[in-house]
């Protein structure tokens, strides 16, 4: 679903003014496949006050954008202000467009121009694999695979007292290399005191994931503590891989216990 949020005189506090002054705000809900109607477009832009011929050109528009917000895959399309020049022709003055980083393969020129250059290296380094890598200020690596296990995973580790170094999510389609480049990242990080790998095997082989594992301990000759806990698909074979690796891991099946034993790693 899609729909268009419109407030009358502008501003930044956008939260402010729906609080205070709720009826200055107007929502429409949009169709993604019948898109916007002229109705509605005229509807709206007389609610924001354009008057006269104005009414037609903020009509247009705000038809424009929408369409544009599709053509670009954009997950929202702001502009502040919209309004009227002295010559009372509607004008967008300024604008802030927010895009979908799953289009990235069909919007590769819009892709194409983002600014690296203030990005954290080790988070380039790992979308190149195909990881996503946020860094964060604790002590413990996280390594899972899902945005909500790994917002899981943090906060457990959060209540047995202990503190996330990053949120590294490996993704569903993640292979042996990319768990090896994962490791690569992760123990760079000076700060980093233990890691926690926490897999769910949904559609990731838990087999795959031990069988990264064991290489990046090996290749990188890995010295700090390791908490594994693999649940699901193939889960008995990837145990059975990591307990005879003949490598210091501890593997554990629930994720409260696995989580306070990370912890006190660091303690």
């Not at 929202?76 to 393969?105: R, W």
Request: proline share 3%; net charge negative.
């Amino acid at each position: 679903s899609s729909g268009i949020n419109a407030e009358y005189g502008g501003g930044v506090d956008i939260e402010e003014v729906a609080e205070r002054t709720p009826e200055r705000v107007h929502k429409i809900p949009v169709d993604i496949f019948d898109g916007i109607s002229e109705d509605a477009a005229l509807d709206l832009a007389r609610k924001l006050e354009f008057e006269g011929d104005a009414v037609t050109q903020a009509a247009g528009e705000i038809k424009k954008l929408y369409e544009l917000f599709l053509g670009v895959d954009a997950t929202q399309v702001e502009v502040n202000p919209f309004g009227l020049t002295d010559n009372n022709e509607v004008v967008c003055f300024d604008a802030k467009i927010n895009f979908d980083d799953n289009s990235q393969f069909r919007q590769k020129e819009i892709f194409g121009m983002e600014d690296t250059s203030e990005s954290d290296p080790r988070e380039l380094e790992a979308a190149e694999s195909d990881l996503n890598y946020i860094a964060m200020d604790g002590n413990i690596a996280c390594l899972v695979n899902g945005a909500g296990l790994a917002m899981a995973t943090m906060d457990i580790i959060q209540l047995h007292g202990g503190s996330p170094a990053n949120f590294l999510d490996v993704g569903g389609k993640v292979q042996e290399e990319q768990v090896e480049k994962a490791f690569n990242i992760l123990t760079r990080d000076p700060a980093v005191k233990a890691i926690f790998v926490n897999i769910f095997g949904g559609i990731v082989d838990c087999k795959v994931i031990a069988s990264g594992i064991i290489s990046a301990c090996q290749k990188t000759s890995l010295e700090l503590p390791l908490v594994v806990r693999l649940k699901g698909s193939n889960m008995d074979a990837a145990r059975d891989l990591l307990a005879s690796s003949g490598l210091k891991i501890q593997a554990i099946d629930q994720l409260n216990d696995a989580a306070e034993a990370v912890v006190k790693c660091v303690m």
